[in-house]
């Protein structure tokens, strides 16, 4: 078995194409992500390999967009940022509102930028709705925030749960909707819905568009690290007693004092914090409610993952392989020779 033909890609290759000299177009067609649950080591993946395929980083959070929000969304440290350009960092203040529609917007404008310079774009982060919204399309005239997809994943899936319940919530409300849609599909369950909670609009009346002919053409690559439960587990807790000893609370406090009213405070990591500055957790709590609010997110986003049959599974230790299936797809684009 070799190469890319395991990824279904049967007519392609195995050839070190990345040897000798490069020639690429004006314009790249291909974008990476690099996903994964929180804590799993994707970034880390991702920014090594972005230093040898020439590539950039655009920043996949609901947080880290927001300035001040450092420690609990876990920006990329200064040395890392001087090793390859992030995007998406800091952009925005901490009042500001932050949806699905704005994260396409300026992510799309950030990878045409990178294609156009003849770089690779890497999408990297947790945020699994707006890897999709950016490669499938938005739904018109509908930005859904990411608490509302939250909220509709701790209502059906915070247990062991299924999308059964979730498909029979939707056929009460779009019946088409439910019809055209595998009881499977959680994303496309989890959309549908959200666009009913946001717009009052029936999802079997509405089709995702693409903003521009150069991100309907895309050529994507989509890796997903894969971490056992146990090591997992020991890593979200690692981050988490790092968070608090590096000033967690301090952060939150500052934060809170001066923007009261940003929605990032209710994120995990500053929602407990604020609850514990509030008296209302001890600090054994606090570590411990961030820890298994953690694990719940990490939960959600592995069951993400496997509804979709395009992400490629790797660990730490697949870089070279990655890096050769990179080269054989860019030699196929003809991007490399």
């Not at 194409?17 to 490069?22: D, F």
């Not at 590539?55 to 450092?70: H, I, N, P, R, W």
């Not at 089709?207 to 895309?218: F, I, W």
Request: proline share 4%.
């Amino acid at each position: 078995m070799d190469g890319l033909s395991y990824f279904g890609f049967p007519s392609l290759p195995l050839k070190n194409t990345s040897r000798g000299p490069k020639v690429r177009s004006m314009t790249s067609k291909l974008a990476i992500a690099m996903i994964g649950p929180t804590a799993s080591g994707k970034s880390s993946f991702a920014l090594d390999l972005a230093e040898k395929i020439e590539g950039e980083l655009v920043c996949m959070d609901s947080a880290t967009v927001y300035q001040g929000f450092d420690i609990g969304a876990n920006k990329p440290s200064r040395e890392d940022r001087a090793r390859v350009p992030h995007h998406l960092l800091d952009i925005l203040s901490p009042e500001d509102g932050f949806s699905a529609g704005h994260f396409v917007q300026k992510a799309e404008e950030t990878v045409l930028d990178i294609q156009k310079r003849g770089k690779v774009p890497l999408i990297v982060g947790g945020t699994y709705f707006y890897l999709r919204a950016l490669q499938h399309g938005m739904y018109p005239q509908t930005i859904i925030s990411a608490e509302t997809i939250e909220e509709i994943e701790r209502e059906f899936f915070e247990e062991e749960g299924t999308n059964t319940a979730m498909h029979e919530a939707l056929a009460k409300k779009d019946a088409q909707a439910a019809k055209n849609i595998h009881p499977n599909d959680r994303y496309r369950l989890v959309r549908a819905l959200a666009v009913i909670r946001t717009s009052g609009q029936l999802p079997s009346e509405q089709k995702p568009q693409h903003q521009s002919k150069e991100q309907a053409e895309r050529v994507w690559m989509k890796y997903a690290m894969a971490v056992s439960r146990h090591v997992l587990n020991a890593q979200i807790v690692r981050r988490t007693e790092e968070m608090i000893q590096n000033g967690l609370v301090e952060e939150t406090k500052s934060l809170k004092e001066k923007f009261p009213k940003a929605r990032a405070l209710g994120s995990i990591g500053y929602a407990e914090s604020c609850a514990f500055l509030e008296k209302k957790l001890t600090e054994k709590q606090l570590r411990n409610e961030i820890i298994e609010k953690t694990r719940q997110l990490a939960k959600r986003q592995i069951t993400w993952l496997r509804s979709d049959t395009e992400v490629r599974y790797i660990d730490d230790r697949d870089q070279e392989r990655v890096l050769l299936e990179i080269s054989n797809l860019r030699f196929a684009l003809g991007e490399t020779v």
